[in-house]
């Protein structure tokens, strides 16, 4: 079996999107002939850095999977207030360990998954220290990123130049850059013009049936559209302000809907929904677990997915949502990477976020369509199944350790 070290910021019991992707790459490469060893963070500073801690997930991680977990440092002084501080203080560990890492485990191949990106420094140092070579994984878009609201002020003048300088230090040297939407992949094409074309790689985020399977619904007496995961108000990155609209002009036709949320607690969409006079038609649950999200989300009638305004976004909640077979309104561009997932799909109704008219409409046809809450079986989105697409990332190792 053909070895990979994984590295990853955020690795189980550290909750939250971030951790969905590697873990399952974890736990199915594997019946590709890859044995994984994950190099991460203690959980103690997960928890000393106030990052989330889901144990739900330690589900998926094999009995038998090394894992190396390192400390943090001492936040460096000028960073201070400018950045999240775990991603920063885990450097200097990481580059202490890796080399003694690598000599005793002698992988086959490197893979760094980000964000959180500065991490991701740590590939080019050991291909030159240590010979091997790497494949980066990019969740996000590093210094594309077309909405990163830690970039302003004083902090977009220190990272933005920073971002420009380092992301093509790692991408250069990678053997190949693997990214979540054909969107993103379009524009690192063309940004870096000198790599062939095939080096820049498809493998979307998708969903796992063992995630959902087992999970009872949540009963709910109402009509129910839930929303799992962050909102922000400002401009138009998650903006519920035209659904929650659209539920104000159904509430005055006298249908009656209720609006889940779970997630982090926001007192700026509380009066958003104090404004419309929407209490009564919604209810803020905050953060839970992986296992009662599911839970809240089979049992709603519909779910709401609201994009960020980026074109290369695909969020894993879409895949999470297609889990739990659920009718599924996206208020998204018609062009970019969420559409190119929701597109042709079944029971999945695409609008854009900016007219509640036009979203009341819409919610008012799966209400009409929906009261039933019978499951829905979805017969075009096995491409998206978690152990698919961990084969389609072994066959990328494959290539590359073949490569002379």
Request: proline residues 7%; glycine residues 6%; charged residues 25%.
């Amino acid at each position: 079996m053909k070895k990979v070290i994984m590295l990853a910021t955020y690795f189980p019991p550290a909750g939250g999107i971030s951790t969905f992707r590697i873990t399952k790459f974890v736990k199915y490469i594997p019946n590709f002939n890859w044995k994984p060893v994950v190099v991460t963070v203690k959980e103690e500073c997960y928890k000393e850095s106030n990052f989330l801690i889901d144990t739900s997930l330690l589900k998926d991680v094999p009995n038998d999977l090394i894992i190396y977990r390192t400390g943090i440092s001492t936040e460096p002084i000028f960073l201070k207030g400018l950045r999240k501080g775990l991603p920063t203080r885990w450097l200097k560990p990481l580059f202490t360990t890796i080399g003694s890492i690598i000599k005793k485990e002698k992988p086959d191949l490197l893979f760094a998954t980000g964000d959180p990106f500065f991490p991701l420094l740590v590939a080019p140092f050991a291909k030159s220290r240590y010979g091997i070579k790497y494949v980066i994984d990019l969740r996000d878009p590093w210094k594309l990123a077309v909405v990163d609201n830690p970039l302003k002020g004083l902090k977009g003048k220190i990272f933005g130049p920073l971002n420009n300088f380092l992301e093509p230090i790692v991408l250069n040297k990678a053997s190949r850059v693997i990214v979540v939407s054909e969107k993103m992949a379009q524009q690192y094409r063309e940004a870096y013009p000198n790599r062939p074309a095939t080096d820049f790689i498809v493998i979307p985020n998708g969903y796992d049936p063992d995630d959902y399977d087992p999970i009872p619904a949540k009963p709910f007496s109402k009509f129910t559209i839930t929303y799992a995961g962050k909102f922000l108000s400002g401009k138009s990155f998650r903006n519920p302000t035209y659904f929650l609209k659209a539920i104000k002009i159904l509430k005055q036709k006298g249908i009656d809907i209720i609006f889940n949320y779970v997630g982090e607690i926001n007192p700026e969409i509380n009066k958003i929904v104090a404004d419309l006079e929407l209490s009564d038609h919604f209810v803020s649950v905050g953060y839970l677990s992986y296992y009662d999200t599911v839970s809240y989300m089979k049992g709603s009638n519909a779910l709401i997915l609201i994009g960020s305004g980026q074109e290369t976004e695909q969020t894993g909640k879409i895949f999470d949502y297609l889990g739990c077979k659920r009718p599924i309104l996206a208020l998204a561009a018609k062009k970019g990477g969420i559409a190119d997932v929701v597109n042709g799909i079944e029971e999945i109704i695409l609008t854009e976020n900016e007219d509640p008219e036009k979203i009341a409409d819409v919610i008012l046809e799966i209400y009409k369509r929906h009261q039933d809450n019978v499951p829905i079986e979805r017969l075009n989105i096995s491409k998206y199944l978690r152990t698919s697409l961990a084969g389609r990332l072994t066959s990328v190792f494959e290539e590359v350790i073949n490569e002379k």
